[in-house]
């Protein structure tokens, strides 16, 4: 029996569970609560776009998944490009939902060779998590929606979250592919958001089997985020990274869940965003697509998803 075959199956032991923690959100009287000043993720959305039908129930395994796998997508296509200047293959991109092209990307002309290598590595790891997510769910997986991984375009993905950075001004393009700052600028966007998306998200995943291979990504996220936050310290890019920092804390209508990488008064970094607690912060899925949406409001497309993900987790907080 193939690995997702027995993943599947193992989904599908525990519908009982799944129905009965369903219904506890449901006696609970909302589906986002608070714990120890975390947010644990809140469903809502549909493939129309309307919450309605989703609002009764907390989301299951398979949607969470399929959610994970729209932005992993996301990240894998932009360190492809950026990498090998090509994308993922096109056996990698076929699903439910409708299917997108990818709009720009092309490869960075590295010039320290560690971040090269860094690169390389992330780049291979996302296509992994991509390839992973997508034999999980077998046939339940979502496409790849359209994607702007472009860097030309004043008024593309990049530039938008740029100027809401304040790191261009009106009617100039970001190119996170131009060169080295750029491309760890670029990826400083994504690899925070990934971590906290999947810590909200773990409390509410039933199966103990999908729980440890999103523990696993989760894991492999947090490393990819210390290592762009490192680099990004060390070559001097601390005040551009805390200004995207601030732009995602503004954008996620989720309080001051962001931190950039210098720590108090910018005397020491900041490698490691973590609460007062100790734990890394947490997002549910509206507030991760405020981010990548680029928006403050509640929508169903945007940003780096120019036609919405697939699935039905799709509309921001």
């Known amino acids: 029996m193939t690995d997702s075959k027995l993943l599947i199956g193992t989904l599908d032991a525990r519908v009982e569970r799944r129905e009965k923690r369903r219904q506890f959100f449901r006696n609970a009287g909302g589906l986002s609560l608070g714990l120890a000043g ?15 039908s989703a609002s009764a129930s907390a989301p299951t395994d398979v949607e ?11 990240e894998a296509q932009f360190y492809q490009h950026a990498v090998f200047g090509t994308g993922l293959a096109a056996n990698m991109l076929t699903g439910t939902g409708t299917q997108g092209a990818v709009i720009g990307g092309t490869k960075v002309p590295f010039a320290d060779p560690l971040v090269a290598q860094y690169a390389t590595e992330i780049a291979k790891d996302e296509q992994e998590h991509v390839a992973f997510l997508r034999s999980a769910l077998g046939t339940a997986a979502v496409a790849q929606p359209a994607i ?16 809401a950075a304040g790191l261009v001004g009106a ?24 971590v906290t998306a999947y810590k909200g998200a773990a409390p509410l995943i039933t199966s103990k089997t999908y ?14 985020a210390g290592l762009i936050r490192t680099v990004l310290y060390t070559k001097g890019l ?38 007062a607690n100790g734990l890394a912060y947490s997002r549910n899925y509206g507030n991760v697509l405020n981010i990548v949406y680029l928006t403050k409001t509640a929508v169903t497309q945007g940003g780096f998803f120019p036609a919405g993900v697939n699935g039905t987790l799709v509309m921001s907080a």
Do not use: K, M, W
Request: hydrophobic share 45%.
């Open 38 to 52: 975390g947010t644990i993720i809140s469903a809502c959305g549909g493939g129309s776009g309307s919450n309605a």
């Open 211 to 224: 729980l440890e291979a999103a523990a696993g990504i989760l894991a492999a996220e947090a490393y990819h």
């Open 171 to 194: 009617g100039v393009a970001f190119n996170p592919y131009a060169s080295d700052a750029n491309f760890l600028l670029g990826a400083f966007l994504f690899e925070d958001v990934g």
């Open 238 to 275: 601390s005040s551009s990274a805390d200004a995207i920092s601030a732009a995602r804390d503004s954008l996620d209508n989720n309080g001051a869940d962001d931190q950039g990488i210098s720590g108090a008064n910018s005397t020491i970094s900041n490698i490691v965003p973590l609460d």
């Open 64 to 74: 969470i998944l399929n959610f994970a796998l729209n932005l992993e997508y996301l």
């Open 148 to 163: 702007d991984i472009g860097g030309t375009d004043p008024n593309g993905a990049f530039s938008t979250a740029a100027r």
